[in-house]
């Protein structure tokens, strides 16, 4: 593109010069020639006067006076009725460029100068043309390598942040070129990088949710299929299958979640959650004491309920049971000593207290406890992170009350109908 443009360029500007350079040569040698010719009939006349004016007092004609009335590069020739002619200076060999004047009575006279004078007068204007034409031509070329790099420079730059858009790095670069279409083609490539770089990133943290909030739901699931194994007891089974039953539709509630919490990341319409519904508190923890009590007997541990009883609230069944079993999770994992799950309503709110009896939240990490990638205990730091996302999906919020012993919160919206206390 580089190349065409300075050859297009220069295509034009030459044939610029070529239809004004060669009539003006022309022009130029036709009014050096004119010049010329005036100037050699000037002299011719004038001396034609003096000798017609001698004539008319009776003297005849001086070659010396006559002498000084040309150039010294020219010569004249005088040629009288009856007498032999009168050369004035020398007749130079070779061509030569002359006029001729005639008077009335017969006289005439001829004024030349060597051809060659005023061919070097013509080739001198030729040059100085040639040499403007030039210099127009070199100017034209610097212009067009310029104009052809402003052009080209852009087009690969956004040539190459296409190729980094294709090949997985979204990052926008933010150039602008100072042509309109170029600058309005950089942004949108911005706008489609910055668009790509959302979709990745939903991308890559419903993969990092995914690992981390299925990974509880499987264990559970393995656990009840594993004593449903180790049994011969009909009745033994029939209670594991139905509780991995439920743990089945849990998992497929989180899996939905995440799906949609990844099309509302990535820019897709979802204002608020359509899937809250009526919720029996006591239904929801009551399920996490059953599924999480093996596990705190193996670990010689308690996990027990406290507060008040029969309280409803407006949430996902799905996502109340995924937050708390967050909660309970990190509790064993980080925790000690027993656990205690407290119901309890302030205002139009139910809240769910979950404590343990650990050394806590450290105190640099008290106000970030929440951020993803952020852990005191080398994990991933996405467990807290994502309850809060699924708690505040609902309306809610989770939150931390206390750093020692830590005591965390969730608070749901309380049924409108049945109003708390």
Not at 244 to 254: P, Y
Not at 297 to 326: D, F, K, N, Y
Not at 339 to 344: A, E, F, K, P
Not at 381 to 410: H, K, N, S, Y
């Amino acid at each position: 593109m580089r190349r065409r443009l300075i050859n297009t360029t220069l295509g034009v500007v030459l044939v610029v010069v070529a239809v004004l350079g060669v009539p003006l040569a022309f022009v130029e040698t036709h009014a050096i020639e004119n010049s010329a010719g005036d100037s050699l009939k000037a002299e011719a006349a004038r001396i034609l006067e003096v000798v017609e004016l001698r004539m008319a007092s009776g003297e005849r004609s001086d070659a010396e006076l006559l002498h000084r009335q040309i150039e010294p590069h020219r010569y004249a020739i005088v040629r009288l009725s009856g007498e032999p002619p009168l050369v004035i200076g020398d007749k130079p060999s070779g061509r030569v460029f002359e006029k001729d004047m005639h008077g009335e009575m017969g006289d005439s006279v001829t004024v030349g100068e060597p051809r060659g004078r005023v061919t070097g007068k013509i080739r001198e204007s030729l040059l100085l043309i040639l040499g403007v034409a030039l210099l127009a031509v070199a100017a034209a070329a610097a212009l067009a390598v310029w104009q052809a790099r402003r052009l080209a420079r852009p087009l690969t730059d956004l040539a190459e942040t296409a190729e980094r858009l294709g090949s997985g790095d979204p990052r926008p670069r933010h150039r602008r070129y100072g042509v309109p279409e170029l600058d309005r083609v950089a942004e949108v490539l911005d706008q489609s990088a910055e668009r790509v770089a959302r979709m990745l990133t939903a991308e890559r943290r419903l993969a990092a949710d995914a690992s981390h909030q299925l990974r509880t739901p499987l264990t559970a699931l393995s656990m009840r299929l594993e004593e449903i194994i180790a049994t011969e007891d009909p009745e033994i089974v029939k209670e594991e299958a139905a509780i991995a039953l439920s743990q089945v539709e849990r998992l497929t509630d989180v899996v939905q979640r995440l799906l949609t919490s990844s099309r509302r990341g990535s820019g897709g319409r979802d204002p608020r959650n359509m899937s809250a519904v009526t919720v029996r508190v006591d239904d929801v923890i009551q399920q996490q004491i059953d599924e999480w009590r093996p596990n705190f007997r193996e670990a010689g541990r308690s996990i027990r309920v406290e507060g008040e009883r029969g309280l409803t609230a407006v949430a996902t069944p799905g996502a109340l049971s995924q937050v708390l079993a967050t909660l309970v999770e990190n509790t064993l994992m980080h925790g000690a000593g027993g656990v205690n799950i407290r119901t309890r309503t302030t205002g139009t709110s139910v809240v769910v207290e979950v404590e343990d009896e650990g050394t806590g939240v450290p105190d640099e990490l008290g106000a970030r406890v929440f951020e993803r990638a952020v852990s005191g205990h080398n994990s991933t730091g996405l467990g807290l992170a994502v309850a809060r996302d699924l708690a505040e999906a609902d309306g809610g919020r989770l939150e931390l009350l206390q750093q020692r012993p830590p005591v965390f919160a969730v608070f749901l919206a309380a049924h409108p109908e049945e109003p708390p206390g």
